[in-house]
């Protein structure tokens, strides 16, 4: 059982058919959820929930973000615009372990189309049980924060 934290989610459309799963998990592993997705089948358009779960992520407001749509990509483009958000889009366990120890990934971004509502859960479990590992992570990454730092104010 790891520390409660706080959780943004949001979805399209297309992630619409695993929202409740997702929901339902992060709620039972006792986190708190901030719900932002889109509620119904109409055709939305995916930056107007990546971005506003990536702001929060960026403002401290939550903790960690999950982001799902029909491929997990859009999500994860637009999410990455926002300053201070490092999102992935995870297929397996593996894969977000190792952006979690590796590259202190603060977003996680699935894919309704192409994966199962159990290798989903078992992704979510996976990624928010896991610590960013430092050490020599910590210098690649904050050369990440400092090239980002450093273009905030161009256009
Ligand atoms: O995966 C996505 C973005 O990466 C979207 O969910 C997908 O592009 C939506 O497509 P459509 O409007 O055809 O339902």
Same mark, same amino acid.
Not at 39 to 65: C, F, L, N
Not at 107 to 118: F, K, P
Not at 124 to 152: C, M, N, P, Q
């Given at each position: ?11 399209? *459309? ?7 799963? $997702?929901? %339902?998990?992060? !709620?039972?592993?006792?986190?708190? =959820?901030? /719900? ?36 997990? *990509? ?7 615009? $926002?300053? %201070?958000?490092? !999102?992935?889009?995870?297929?397996? =366990?593996? /894969? ?60």
């Amino acid at each position: 059982m790891g520390s409660v934290m706080k959780v943004a989610v949001g979805n399209d *459309h297309r992630g619409l058919c695993v929202r409740p799963r $997702v929901l %339902g998990l992060l !709620a039972e592993l006792g986190h708190e =959820v901030h /719900d932002l997705g889109a509620s119904g089948p109409a055709g939305v358009d995916y930056p107007d929930y990546a971005i506003p779960v990536a702001e929060e992520v960026a403002a401290g407001k939550a903790d960690r973000g999950v982001l799902i749509c029909a491929t997990g *990509h859009g999500m994860c483009i637009a999410a990455n615009k $926002v300053h %201070g958000v490092r !999102a992935v889009n995870s297929r397996d =366990v593996i /894969d977000a372990e190792l952006s979690r120890r590796h590259n202190d990934s603060n977003i996680l971004c699935l894919a309704a189309d192409l994966l199962g509502e159990d290798q989903i859960e078992r992704i979510i479990r996976a990624w928010l049980l896991t610590d960013f590992e430092g050490g020599r992570h910590t210098r690649r990454r904050e050369k990440v924060d400092a090239y980002e730092k450093s273009h905030e104010n161009r256009s």
